[in-house]
Nanobody, 122 residues
């Protein structure tokens, strides 16, 4: 069973930056996807970024060029570097892990962390 614990959220002004971290413990799948998703009030959960075993990354259009996903395997930690933050980036951010499907990372049945709040003021 894998456990995920996010940290690094907080309040920032528009245009600022934050780095989210996700500590991973327990057993993951032999082949896996890890990623970051977010949920804003009144909206569905949105997949932002993913990274697989091979280090292949993918991004949603809404964060492409602003957010960067990375992992430190020896530290079992996943990161999300967020730059040029906008008011619309305000949400609870979740770390997730799941098995890949068809060579992609759709996160059909992920294990979630508890989430960390990011608030961007305009």
């Amino acid at each position: 069973q894998v456990q995920l614990a996010e940290s690094g959220g907080g309040s920032v002004q528009a245009g600022g930056s934050l780095r989210l971290s996700c500590a991973v413990s327990g057993n993951t799948y032999a082949r896996f996807c890890m990623g970051w998703l977010r949920q804003a009030p009144g909206k569905e959960r949105e997949k932002l970024a993913s990274i697989d075993n091979d280090g292949t990354t993918g991004y949603a259009d809404s964060v492409q060029g602003r957010f960067t996903i990375s992992q430190d395997k020896p530290k079992n930690t996943l990161y999300l570097d967020m730059n040029y933050l906008k008011f619309d980036d305000t949400a609870i951010y979740y770390c997730a892990v799941d098995q890949p499907f068809g060579g992609t990372c759709p996160f059909y049945s992920p294990t979630w962390g508890q989430g960390t709040q990011v608030t961007v003021s305009s």
